[in-house]
């Protein structure tokens, strides 16, 4: 098939499942890193490989993935498909009982430390960006900062638990990332609304704003888990329960985002709610079983394609010297913001956390970037800017998932 060729969106789907099939064999079969990021290492060392080739007059096969890659809306297979599933999926096994526990660390972090991270790496940008020959306006510092703060521990979490990190971190950490995302993503179409219209909103219409979305995907997904929830309590079929959880995820979020609510956060509460209330008291041990299977499935494999697909991405970056200092710079940036949050936060609430002393080494590194950074800066308008944030955020995405989330163990076993 020759590159530019029109495919389907049953061909697209096609290929993309046979590439990350094959790549979670190889991974598995010879090389042993964990999936999401051994997916993504092969996948990119695919990329890197093709490009060698096309500096060589060999371009038919970078031509034919980046064809394939431009009929590939990222950002709406993962806002718009993967996304909710995922994160019911992460929220269905999540204690609520433990988030109560550490309600206060998680908030700050979810809440004040999104907005707090988010102007400590626009600030920094802002003053850095120009020395080496990038000049952004501070809207454009300002929505980086918005979509590289949400936090993903899709390949972390798994390590944390085999280098026997204490469940309080692991549970701070999973709980911050669930509800981060919904957050990062208002406050990123807040910042892309002011771009588009050049209007910087009144105090009242971002609080208004914030309280609509974010409180209204949150009560939304509490209602609409309690729907479920009483749906799954009067039938006793897995089949069945199976499928009313999958609508659910898959409707809810529809109709989330139809009436301009947080689908993310509406997600993790019906995750929440099915999860705790719904697999003890609504489900038999049968259902149970084949509804955690399920969605334990759904996440694999999922997150199998997103990683592949962040990878075979690095194609479609144009990366220059300066831009490689820029991520480099960028990276320390994020890392130290990253810093600045936790820091705060354990430092001044360190009775009430209850946390093992290092608690911020982890809670630091192990706070990756992942897809939702990516599907948001590919939703920037095209132009230089957009170009140069794009190599920004997969400088930092790759450098968190290999680097700290390789180490992120080893990190964890100092606190034990």
């Known amino acids: ?45 695919l ?43 992460g929220a269905l096994h999540v204690n609520v009982s433990d988030l109560r526990r550490y309600k206060l660390p998680i908030g700050i972090l979810a809440c004040v430390g999104t907005l707090l991270s988010t102007v400590i790496i626009a600030g920094a940008l802002y003053l850095v960006l120009p020395l080496l020959g990038f000049d ?60 588009s219209s050049g209007d910087i909103p009144t105090t009242y219409y971002v609080a208004h704003t914030l309280a609509v979305e974010a409180g209204g995907g949150i009560v939304f997904g509490l209602v609409l888990g309690g729907i479920l929830y009483y749906l799954l309590k009067s039938i006793d079929s897995y089949q069945e329960e199976v499928l009313l959880t999958l609508a659910g995820v898959i409707g809810g979020y529809a109709l989330a985002s139809h009436w301009h609510l947080s689908g993310p956060l509406a997600m993790v509460m019906m995750g929440l709610m099915v999860g705790n209330h719904g697999r003890s008291m609504a489900m038999s041990d049968k259902t149970r079983h084949y509804v955690d299977l399920f969605w334990e499935l759904i996440d694999e494999i999922l997150n199998a394609i997103l990683f592949v697909l962040i990878g075979l991405e690095v194609v479609m970056i144009a990366f220059s010297s300066n ?27 360190n009775k009430q956390l209850e946390l093992p002393s290092g608690a911020w080494k982890v809670l630091t590194w192990g706070g990756l970037r992942g897809g939702i950074s990516v599907a948001l800066v590919l939703q920037l308008p095209d132009g230089n800017e957009r170009d140069i944030l794009l190599a920004l955020t997969y400088a930092v995405v790759v450098f968190s998932i290999l680097i700290q989330g390789l180490s992120i163990g080893k990190v964890a076993k100092t606190i034990r």
């Open 136 to 195: 952004l306006a501070f809207i454009w510092c300002l929505l980086f900062g918005a979509l590289i703060s949400p936090t993903d521990p899709i390949a972390v979490m798994g390590i944390l638990q085999s280098a026997g990190a204490p469940k309080s971190i692991e549970t701070v950490i999973a709980g911050e990332s669930l509800f981060n995302d919904g957050i990062g993503v208002v406050i990123f179409v807040l910042l892309l609304g002011v771009l």
């Open 323 to 349: 831009l490689f200092i820029a991520g480099g710079l960028t990276i320390f940036i994020v890392l130290m913001a990253r810093l600045i949050v936790v820091g705060i936060t354990t430092t001044t609430f």
């Open 47 to 89: 990329s890197i490989g093709a490009i060698f080739l096309g500096f060589l007059g060999f371009d038919d096969l970078i031509d034919y993935e980046v064809s394939l890659l431009d009929q590939l809306d990222f950002t709406e297979v993962l806002l718009d498909g993967m996304l909710s599933m995922l994160l019911f999926a």
């Open 1 to 45: 098939m020759a590159p530019g060729t029109s495919l389907s969106v049953l061909e697209i789907s096609a290929i993309f499942l046979s590439i990350t099939a094959l790549l979670t064999y190889v991974n598995h079969r010879f090389i042993g890193l964990p999936t999401t990021i051994g997916v993504m290492v092969i996948s990119m060392l």
